[in-house]
């Protein structure tokens, strides 16, 4: 029997079943990828906290000015820990460079509406 039906569908629902795969359970990451990511975020976060602190602090003793100055730059840490944060978990800002920040856009003079207009 070379046109089994039974066949033929066992292999289109291989096939489908490998496209599904592909695109809903995509390949994992490279080992330990992730992992720095966490510490980045983690380093980024405590990084910001103790250079705001450190830095409050010393305009604190050179200025006479108590806590009001620590707090301040303490909060400031803390706020630029986070925003590191957000930028790393979008991957923005992470490339070297303009073509980095200014890579996926597309040339406007091959876009479909760009090809009528000059048609017209």
Request: aromatic share 10%; proline share 5%; hydrophobic share 35%.
């Amino acid at each position: 029997m070379p046109n089994d039906p039974l066949n033929d569908l066992e292999k289109r629902l291989e096939a489908a079943q490998k496209e599904y795969e592909k695109d809903y359970n995509p390949k994992p990451e490279k080992d330990g990828e992730s992992i720095n990511v966490g510490a980045r975020a983690g380093i980024e976060l405590v990084g910001g906290m103790l250079g705001g602190g450190l830095i409050g602090f010393l305009l604190d003793k050179a200025f006479d000015t108590s806590p009001i100055l620590f707090l301040l730059f303490l909060i400031l840490g803390v706020f630029t820990g986070f925003y590191n944060i957000y930028k790393i978990t979008n991957n923005l800002g992470t490339n070297v460079g303009l073509k980095g920040l200014h890579g996926d856009k597309k040339d406007a003079t091959q876009s479909p509406d760009f090809k009528n207009q000059k048609e017209d």
